[in-house]
């Protein structure tokens, strides 16, 4: 068992809102075994350390850097997805992952996954500010304009496609899972997950994978994704997005940063949620 001692081995779990009700909705979900686990989520180890409460054992796969993600990352990542036996896990979590990564490793999830075995995925959309509706619209505009500066490429085309989805647009593979997919919408407000129209130039023509027989299920709670933190958390936040980066807030946002600061103060733990969604999958028997 892969079991993460202590949150000073894991600093990116300091940018990371409290998640337990991720897994009762994966856990209400799962219809196989409780034996063998893989977490092929990047950098934090709260997910394994979760799992491990149900599973006898949890390793982990870390796909490296996914803001750097290459053609080379991925090759390598898919080699040792390929060293992993057939029908061997009982559940396969990826928890803000999933919209960086290729077809072919959907593919090797469904073959490594035993019958009934579940796929779940999930991702956040950007946090908003449950009663102020002005610290929330100036977390709109930081995230408009902060993918406004991302550099263009088909590769982060198909990324942001992905993420504004809510992972809608990844396709499930059909000789692997049962239809009927469980789609769980939490605190939707629209049909663009994450970022508002025009914030990042999409031209690659992605469709939707939505079918008919998928199970869509809404929870409007704000507590469901929530952390208490200061003024400067957020920064840092948006920063651990994509570290390539390196954005300085300060100059960058500093008139959003001003509302901000006006709204709740520099040192004021500032109530952040955040809309979700997730994609649970059942392999086929």
């Known amino acids: 068992m892969v079991l ?4 000073d081995d894991d600093p990116s779990g300091y940018y990371l809102p409290s998640t337990p009700h991720i897994y009762q909705e994966v856990y209400e979900h799962h ?5 063998r686990a893989l977490d092929l989520s990047p950098g934090s180890k ?3 350390r979760e799992l491990s409460k149900k599973f006898k054992s949890v390793v982990t796969l870390d796909p490296i850097r996914l803001d750097i993600w290459s053609q080379e990352q991925q090759d390598i990542f898919v080699e040792k997805l ?38 779940a995925m999930w991702i956040y959309a950007k946090p908003y500010v449950p009663g102020s509706d002005v610290a929330t619209e100036t977390i709109n505009q930081i995230f408009f304009k902060y993918n406004q500066l991302l550099p263009y490429s088909e590769k982060m085309d198909k990324v942001i496609q992905n993420m504004n989805s809510g992972l809608d647009k990844i396709k499930i593979p059909k000789d692997y899972f049962k239809i009927g997919v469980n789609r769980v919408r939490v605190n939707y407000s629209n049909e663009n997950f994450i970022n508002v129209a025009g914030a990042y130039p999409t031209h690659l023509q992605l469709d939707l994978t939505i079918s008919d027989v998928d199970r869509i ?4 709670r704000n507590d469901f994704l929530s952390i208490k933190k200061p003024l400067d958390w957020f920064a840092g936040f948006m920063n651990s997005l994509f570290p390539s980066q390196q ?21 004021t733990n500032i ?15």
């Open 4 to 7: 993460m001692q202590s949150e």
């Open 31 to 35: 219809q196989g075994g409780w034996s």
């Open 46 to 48: 709260k997910v394994v």
């Open 82 to 119: 390929k060293d992993i036996p057939d029908e061997s896990h009982d559940l396969v979590t990826i928890g803000e992952a999933a919209h960086w990564f290729e077809q072919e490793v959907f593919d090797h999830i469904g073959r490594i996954l035993k019958p009934n075995g579940t796929l």
């Open 217 to 220: 299920t809404h929870i409007y």
């Open 247 to 267: 954005i300085n807030f300060g100059q960058q946002f500093k008139r959003e940063y001003q509302i901000l600061e006006q709204e709740f103060g520099p040192k």
């Open 271 to 285: 109530p952040f949620s955040w809309s979700m969604n997730m994609v649970l999958a059942t392999k086929s028997c």
